[in-house]
């Protein structure tokens, strides 16, 4: 135990690297994405995108009823804990009260700032926190953020806040050019009043000379305290403040504030306390800039930051009728902000289980018991440290990367920032190791990985998970070949077709050579079921199950056929398959890469014919699992969105014989069809809506998107059903987005699901992930108008 923050540091001494450096560099520092509010996982913190280097934050609480638990005996160094020794000291995402008033960015755009909301019932004032950089010209790379603060109408008069920031440096003891060290400012005046200000001086290798100001105006009291901290401890800022007060504060008034001791070290601490309302800011500037950003700047590229963000919005995903309102807009902005906002920086060491995968490629029944007992006896690895770059799916729950989430996050990243989307791709790329496996969830690093639950922290090289990025090459190559029009931000990857090309020669291999891992690994045993005219080579089964678990397929709880079985062809795992086979080809073909080609075509051809022959099961007119049972070839088919995974990963051409059996179960309000969205189960099944009901019911948002894309590509492309898929895309899109339209006023958030019998949000509050993609719906269009039947058909249907 003693061990392991001794470990960290030693680990600490490497540079993070990436796992294929050969094949594809860490992304160049750009300096209009340096830095950001890129610590998602607490309420507001600013770190540039440089393993070992500087990170800040903030955190508050009532000043008066604060201490009120001093003394009490310290637990655990962890964050969390520490918590509970100052009532409703706020600095982590929790679910907390402010957590429940809907708290978020309104607008926000990485590339230049923006502006966050935080409600705190509890402690009785809103906070903002604004965040604004500066691309362009000779202070490029300086930044500015604001924190204001008014009490909330149920405040007591002369309500006091204690607002403390912080900063550190990671890596200090290992780096002999890095230098923090916290001075006094001149006082200056502004209005009518002193400005305090503290000058942090900082010198890093990859940042450079720099300082950090912090300007307070109007406070009771301040004082800063620097110190010197472990590795291992550096991280837990609300611990350590908690520490500072116990061991060093003295009394003022009946309440503790810290001693002021100003001076170098790694982390320092200021202790702000303020009577009503209040506003402090943080200026952030480089030396090799010649010009400084001041107070002022913040206000003014603040306006431009929202106004711009406001106006980009409008001309990238302009809502379409009947949602081309300002409320959607507003809805829309929020939910764009909130994904935006979830983007974070990490770096740090990942555990894997240490099981091998292909010796544990398990060929018996109550495989996964061995395996489990494999995992336990197996000594857990430790890989890295990595970094990357990626959205987090919440920031509350899960403030880390999630490798399928990412696919669809960045189809909102995309059209807005091209540049930024790939850069993120190519951050994930770069984790893949020389087998071709990303680990779908990135708990990097110990601040990460003291939240989740040990299951959630060991990740198994033998485990996949469904490849959406391919997705985002694939939208790239539509833009670039004119298929699709881009309105985002400046892109140099799209105006230099060098740099586009170069860009995809590098993801290319990476892309294969996941390809081949995900074939190789995820294989599964066609032979076993007889099917004469099965191709042998094309059937998979996710790998890593469990009884009543899926994790790799992205559908934890959706019901699979009990007990897990070696037998068993899984259906969503062929079309993966087929999905990446299929983007392959085209930028085999854009790449000019002939030779490459056949194979793709071959295995997409197999696929196209194993989806038919394997997992379409004509006595229940759906595509199902399969497993061999009784020695035959045996179905398992839950009406639900997996039945669906042919079509929506267009496998369905407008003339296919099943088409219009898997419109049914869409459309049919018995089985999938809901006036809030398509949901995951039918409620005929005997796991509809039972245990964790994750995803045995309710309606997720990004599956939902794949129904609409498929209907759209249906609904203008000739057919017998084209009508009937304009029809159902119409009436879907508009469930959808009236339906989370609704809880956003209800609540100010996007939520993780939504519940299939009354359309509430449920899950995690401020699930700004793929749930933001109702803005990507709310701008597909309306496909009304030339079609009379379906028009009848929407008014039938309500
Ligand atoms: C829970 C909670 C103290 C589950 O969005 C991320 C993933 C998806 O990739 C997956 O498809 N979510 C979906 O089925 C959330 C996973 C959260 C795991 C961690 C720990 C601890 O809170």
Not at 527 to 547: F, K
Not at 630 to 659: E, R
Not at 767 to 792: K, N, Q
Request: one cysteine or more; charged letters at 20%.
């Amino acid at each position: 135990m003693l061990l392991l923050p001794l470990l960290y540091s030693t680990l600490l001494l490497l540079v993070p690297v990436s796992a294929s450096p050969d094949l594809l560099p860490s992304p160049a520092y750009n300096t209009s994405l340096l830095w950001g509010p890129y610590r998602p996982n607490v309420r507001f913190g600013i770190r540039p995108r440089v393993p070992q280097s500087l990170f800040m934050g903030i955190m508050w609480y009532n000043f008066d009823v604060g201490h009120k638990s001093r003394g009490i005996e310290l637990p655990q160094p962890t964050d969390r804990q520490y918590g509970s020794h100052i009532t409703d000291l706020r600095h982590t995402c929790e679910n907390d009260s402010i957590q429940a008033s809907g708290y978020g960015w309104t607008a926000y755009d990485p590339r230049v700032g923006g502006t966050q909301l935080i409600p705190d019932p509890t402690n009785k004032i809103n906070i903002t926190t604004e965040f604004v950089k500066i691309s362009e010209g000779q202070n490029r790379g300086n930044w500015g953020a604001r924190v204001k603060v008014t009490p909330r109408e149920d405040a007591p008069p002369g309500l006091r806040t204690a607002m403390v920031f912080y900063v550190g440096m990671e890596g200090m003891e290992n780096c002999s050019t890095c230098r923090l060290g916290a001075t006094e400012g001149r006082t200056t005046q502004r209005d009518d009043h002193a400005v305090r200000k503290t000058v942090f001086w900082t010198k890093h290798p990859q940042l450079g000379i720099s300082e950090i100001h912090l300007l307070i105006p109007k406070h009771e009291f301040a004082a800063v305290k620097s110190l010197n901290v472990t590795e291992d401890v550096l991280w837990q800022s609300k611990g350590l403040y908690v520490e500072l007060l116990k061991d060093n504060a003295i009394f003022k008034d009946g309440q503790l504030v810290l001693p002021n001791e100003l001076g170098k070290g790694n982390a320092h601490f200021v202790q702000m306390v303020f009577s009503g309302p209040f506003e402090a800011e943080i200026i952030y500037n480089s030396h090799e800039s010649t010009m400084e950003m001041t107070p002022l700047d913040i206000t003014t590229e603040m306006e431009k930051a929202v106004d711009s963000f406001q106006t980009r919005f409008g001309y990238v995903f302009p809502p379409t009728s009947p949602f081309d309102t300002e409320a959607h807009q507003e809805f829309g902005q929020s939910a764009l902000s909130n994904l935006f906002g979830g983007l974070g920086y990490f770096h740090g060491d990942l555990q894997v289980d240490g099981v091998d995968p292909i010796e544990n490629d398990e060929r018996e029944s109550n495989f996964w018991e061995k395996l489990e007992e494999a995992r336990k006896q197996a000594e857990p690895k430790t890989l890295g440290p990595y970094e990357l770059f990626a959205h987090t799916p919440s920031r509350m729950q899960f403030p880390r990367g999630f490798l399928w989430d990412e696919g669809f996050h960045l189809l909102l990243k995309l059209p807005w920032d091209a540049d930024s989307a790939l850069d993120i791709l190519q951050s994930w790329l770069a984790l893949m190791d020389s087998d071709g496996w990303i680990a779908r969830e990135q708990t990097l690093g110990p601040e990460l990985r003291h939240q989740p639950p040990g299951e959630h922290q060991e990740q198994s090289q033998a485990i996949a998970n469904p490849p959406t990025l391919f997705w985002v090459v694939s939208q790239f190559i539509d833009i670039l070949t004119g298929k699709v029009e881009y309105s985002g931000h400046e892109s140099k990857y799209l105006e230099q077709p060098d740099q586009s090309d170069a860009l995809l020669r590098r993801m290319y291999p990476l892309l294969k050579r996941h390809y081949e891992w995900f074939r190789r690994t995820q294989s599964a045993d066609v032979e076993a079921h007889s099917i004469p005219r099965a191709s042998l080579s094309e059937g998979y089964r996710w790998r890593g199950r469990t009884p009543n678990g899926n994790l790799a397929s992205g559908l934890d709880d959706y019901p699979r056929a009990e007990p897990p079985d070696p037998t068993e062809l899984h259906l969503d795992a062929l079309c993966w398959v087929g999905v990446m086979a299929r983007i392959l080809t085209q930028i085999a073909e854009y790449l000019e890469r002939d030779s490459d080609i056949p194979t793709y075509q071959t295995h997409l051809k197999a696929i196209t014919h194993n989806i038919e022959v394997i997992h379409w099961s004509e006595q229940h007119n759906q595509y199902c699992d399969t497993r061999v049972y009784d020695d035959t070839h045996d179905y398992y088919c839950p009406k639900g969105y997996i039945a669906l995974w042919p079509l929506i990963t267009g496998f369905l051409g407008p003339n296919h014989p099943h088409l219009n059996a898997s419109l049914n179960l869409i459309r049919d309000a018995t089985i999938l069809w809901t006036d809030y969205g398509v949901r995951s189960l039918s409620p005929d099944h005997p796991a509809y809506m039972t245990a964790g009901n994750y995803w045995r019911s309710p309606i997720w948002v990004n599956i939902n998107y794949m129904i609409l894309s498929s209907l759209h590509r249906l609904g203008t492309t000739p057919g017998p059903l084209k009508i009937r898929c304009r029809a159902i895309y119409r009436e879907l899109r508009y469930n959808l987005i009236t339906n989370a339209f609704r809880n956003y006023q209800a609540s100010h958030s996007v939520w993780e699901q939504y519940d299939a019998e009354t359309g509430q949000g449920q899950q995690t509050q401020g699930f700004a992930g793929w749930s933001a993609l109702v803005v990507r719906i709310m701008a597909m269009p309306t496909l009304e108008g030339d079609d009379r039947e379906g028009v009848r058909e929407r008014f039938l249907g309500a």
